[in-house]
């Protein structure tokens, strides 16, 4: 059965496109099976991934309905078909690996979905739309035969995010270490169980299951978060990054993970302790990329996949960059694993 994945921070900046490439990229070369989802109307992962540089690659794109606009569009617009699964991009270079492009036109659905989701007296005429992206989803997951769904999410509050989150298995909360991802965690304390208590109550409400596309009964619960994006002095993050590195995983222990205890919202501290994750669930610390980000994104391939032709030197050099990605290559490996861990536990209990 496939594991839907949402990787979510309604702060920006924190790495969540850069960390779906990379991590489904890792799980890819374990074996796995993985559709990486662009529910990001930035489209940021599609460009990451597909390396478009025109106006018209991307229009061709389109003309294609490979995308999960085009997937969603028979619920939202009235179509007389079913939501059928997309036809993903196979990404080039990593066998198992899938793009789910996204598509600028998806902030349309919004308002939509929005008032579909109040559970007013309205919702009659909307009651196919809550639970249409959890379906399109599974079906694409199913034709894929997908093990791992990574959801890369808007850094927003939106009623498209409240329908990702609530309907994935587990969730990532990606964060940099600055004042405002602390904020962020603190503001999410509060956020997500009401989400939670709408998803419950959603799931029971007898027009939504008799719908054409169900809306499921889900508990998301928390994976881990993952720090990104500090400098690194003497194989240590720099002490301004160390200082609110350690206020991110105070507010994570203090402030997050009591309020998601009491909403069900976490695995058995066991299987967290299986994996060697602390009371910080801190799933892995990456620091800055440095030079490596832009042949990232040249050849559209993971810093740690970088090939020496793509690279582009030689000698001490090639020598020297080949040695910065090691580190990159551990924390990938290492937080797809747990990952793994976590959820093959998951399912098996």
């Not at 850069?18 to 990486?36: E, H, R, Y």
């Not at 061709?60 to 085009?70: D, H, P």
Request: net charge negative.
């Amino acid at each position: 059965m496939v594991q839907k994945i949402a990787l979510f921070n309604h702060k920006g900046g924190v790495s969540k496109t850069t960390t779906t490439f990379n991590l489904g990229w890792m799980l890819a070369t374990k074996g796995k099976k993985v559709i990486i989802v662009d529910a990001d109307p930035q489209c940021n992962l599609t460009g990451m991934v597909l390396g478009f540089s025109t106006k018209e690659e991307l229009e061709e794109l389109y003309q294609k309905n490979q995308n999960i606009k085009s997937g969603l569009t028979p619920a939202f617009e009235s179509r007389p078909k079913l939501i059928e699964a997309v036809d993903c991009l196979p990404v080039e270079r990593c066998e198992g690996l899938f793009l789910l492009p996204g598509h600028v036109g998806l902030a349309e659905y919004e308002v939509q979905l929005g008032i579909a989701q109040e559970l007013s007296g309205s919702i009659q005429a909307l009651q196919n739309l809550p639970g249409s992206i959890s379906f399109l989803l599974q079906k694409t997951a199913d034709k894929f035969e997908a093990d791992y769904i990574l959801i890369d999410m808007s850094p927003s509050l939106s009623s498209i995010n409240q329908n990702l989150l609530m309907t994935s298995d587990f969730f990532i909360l990606p964060t940099s270490p600055d004042f405002f991802s602390v904020m962020a965690i603190d503001s999410l304390a509060t956020i997500l169980p009401k989400w939670y208590a709408w998803a419950q109550k959603a799931s029971e409400m007898r027009i939504l299951k008799d719908a054409a596309y169900p809306f499921p009964k889900v508990t998301p619960r928390l994976l881990g978060t993952i720090v990104q994006n500090y400098r690194i002095i003497r194989q240590e993050p720099a002490a301004a990054f160390q200082n609110w590195i350690d206020r991110i995983q105070e507010a994570v222990s203090n402030r997050l993970v009591p309020s998601l205890r009491a909403n069900s919202m976490l695995l058995a501290k066991e299987m967290y302790e299986s994996q060697d994750i602390g009371s910080d669930f801190c799933l892995a610390k990456i620091s800055d990329f440095n030079s490596l980000i832009g042949k990232s994104q040249e050849h559209q391939t993971p810093v740690f996949a970088l090939t020496p032709e793509q690279i582009e030197q030689v000698g001490i050099v090639l020598t020297g960059t080949q040695e910065a990605q090691k580190p990159f290559i551990e924390a990938f490996s290492k937080l797809a694993d747990r990952i793994i861990g976590l959820t093959c536990h998951a399912v098996s209990n």
